[in-house]
């Protein structure tokens, strides 16, 4: 059974880039047709699906996060990454990373999230 594992600073501060990172056990971050997102539930609010990165490398990205996010991976590592650059108070959330069989299927797979406080 596949497991994933978020970890990251908790704590970072305005205008900076939050960087975190996804450890996959228990299966391949290679492996046909799965895709690996970052999903975030700020306080008191919904989950948002922020971008994902598939079985080849190919990165897809909420068009309202789009300008200031990247995900990345380390297949030698089995890891998946996510930056997100000039944060502000508003990118204070729960992240999570996720498995899914396609890019608009259920998530069969989550991490059990990171908090992550952005502030001065």
């Known amino acids: 059974q596949v497991q994933l594992q978020e970890s990251g600073p908790g704590l970072v501060k305005p205008s900076q880039t939050l960087s975190l990172t996804c450890t996959v056990s228990?299966?391949?971050?290679?492996?046909?047709?799965?895709?690996w997102s970052w999903i975030r539930q700020p306080p008191g609010k919904g989950l948002e699906w922020m971008g994902a990165?598939?079985?080849?490398?190919?990165?897809y990205y909420s068009p309202s996060l789009k300008s200031h996010t990247s995900i990345s991976r380390d297949p030698s590592k089995n890891q998946f990454s996510l930056q997100l650059s000039s944060v502000t108070p508003e990118d204070t959330a729960v992240y999570y990373c996720?498995?899914?069989?396609?890019?608009?299927?259920?998530?069969?797979?989550w991490g059990q999230g990171t908090q992550v406080t952005v502030s001065s």
């Open positions: 228990g299966g391949s971050i290679t492996t046909l047709y799965y895709y």
């Open positions: 990165i598939a079985y080849d490398g190919t990165t």
């Open positions: 996720a498995r899914a069989q396609a890019l608009d299927s259920d998530f069969g797979s």
